[in-house]
């Protein structure tokens, strides 16, 4: 394979399904799946991979099995013997209350000799909502608006999820003891912490009703007030690790960013450039990443070789404005247009491995040394942009967003920065 230099774009889009190809369920699965049990299994999960890898465990499983799994919708799979029920992500609904109620009587039932298969995947915290004794849908529904709009890292979110349901935190891992339970897990937190993927409903929980209460204050979210007394409260404290209804739980965390920028570096070499991975787990507030990957772009583009950048993890969006729209991939690139200035030779794509920006309906976009200049033919002010957070308007108006569609897979966000010489 040559140096697509007519192209850059559509080798950047190449390194990103690749990204995406590393993580696919489908070839995770099986190779984790334990004997059968005495007794049933079952299959209990949720997550936007979640419904393919239980496809993958129904294939793969020799035996009886049942379950129910929630997903995002539009990623639902079909399945034999499981239940596949779809649910409103990023922001829970009551389809996902409804559906985890009932995992949680499922998880209640089983006994000692059945096995419960747990897919858990990121989107799993928002999928698999069920409010704490005294809250309610709405309850949560404003607290998770709040925090995705308030620059919170995904640990601080999932932090106060976890003290504010009846079935994360481990407290799924509770209700399926005695049963033997396996959790496989794709991460798309920065760090794989099982902890804090999917809210960790299978994991003990370190954190503390305090730590919860101690970040809605960090951020100065005053509402609602029944979340925040019931924070106050600390009452019923999520199950700590080493707790004996954990010990018949094992989590392995089966895909991660890290094997997909491996993937993704592979395939550059064959094209002849020069990977340099900055990290799997890259956090901070999306635009000012942006703007400090401008610099690590500009002083590799004067070393004259062909290089790319890498990197993936979970960047923030301090939502400042209410009309905007956009996520924190759209944000990072237009943070790095601005910082490039219309630098020659350096391209960039920044994407969610989900197919989802955000909240919106693309991946993320790509970037070119053209990019600010067609930007202002447009008639529109990329720094206005970035400041009321509209970059996916901006993007949308170039024709430059990354349309996937569900991926059905999540290891969080994937970026790559592209530098050829000059010619």
């Excluded at 106050?232 to 018949?248: A, H």
Aim: aromatic share 2%; hydrophobic share 45%; glycine share 10%.
């Amino acid at each position: 394979m040559t140096i697509a230099t007519d192209n850059p774009q559509a080798l950047l889009r190449a390194l990103f399904d690749a990204a995406v190809a590393a993580a696919d369920p489908a070839l995770r699965v099986a190779a984790h799946l334990p004997p059968p049990p005495p007794g049933r299994t079952v299959v209990l999960g949720a997550g936007k991979a979640s419904a393919v890898m239980a496809r993958a465990i129904e294939e793969a499983w020799d035996g009886p099995l049942s379950g129910l799994v929630v997903t995002r919708y539009g990623y639902a799979q079909d399945c034999r013997s499981i239940e596949i029920v779809e649910a409103a992500h990023p922001v829970p609904d009551a389809a996902g209350e409804a559906v985890s109620r009932r995992i949680l009587e499922i998880a209640e039932s089983c006994g000692e000799g059945d096995l419960v298969l747990c897919p858990i995947s990121g989107g799993g915290s928002a999928l698999m909502t069920l409010p704490a004794p005294g809250l309610t849908l709405a309850d949560k529904q404003a607290m998770n608006r709040a925090l995705l709009r308030s620059g919170a890292d995904i640990g601080e979110i999932n932090t106060v999820r976890k003290h504010l349901s009846a079935i994360k935190g481990g407290q799924l891992a509770t209700a399926i003891y005695p049963a033997r339970g396996l959790a496989l897990m794709i991460s798309d937190v920065p760090g794989d912490d099982p902890a804090t993927i999917a809210s960790g409903p299978t994991v003990g929980d370190a954190t503390t009703f305090a730590d919860a209460l101690a970040i809605v204050e960090k951020y100065a979210i005053a509402q609602p007030e029944a979340a925040l007394a019931h924070l106050r409260r600390g009452e019923d404290e999520t199950p700590k690790p080493g707790d004996p209804r954990l010990g018949r739980m094992e989590n392995i965390v089966i895909a991660a960013a890290a094997q997909s920028l491996d993937a993704a570096a592979a395939l550059a070499r064959k094209a002849g450039l020069e990977p340099v991975l900055l990290g799997d787990d890259l956090e901070g507030e999306s635009r000012d990443l942006g703007t400090a990957h401008a610099r690590l772009a500009l002083a590799a583009r004067d070393t004259g070789r062909a290089t790319i950048l890498l990197s993936g993890g979970e960047t923030t969006v301090t939502v400042r404005a209410e009309t905007g729209r956009g996520g924190p991939n759209t944000e990072y690139l237009l943070g790095l247009a601005l910082a490039l200035e219309g630098a020659d030779c350096v391209w960039a794509l920044a994407c969610d491995t989900d197919g989802i920006d955000g909240t919106e309906d693309n991946a993320g976009a790509t970037i070119g040394p053209d990019t600010l200049a067609r930007v202002t033919a447009a008639g529109l002010d990329p720094r206005t942009a970035l400041a009321e957070n509209d970059a996916y308007g901006v993007f949308a108006a170039l024709e430059d967003l990354v349309v996937t569609g569900p991926t059905r897979t999540n290891v969080n966000d994937f970026r790559a920065i592209l530098i050829l010489p000059a010619t």
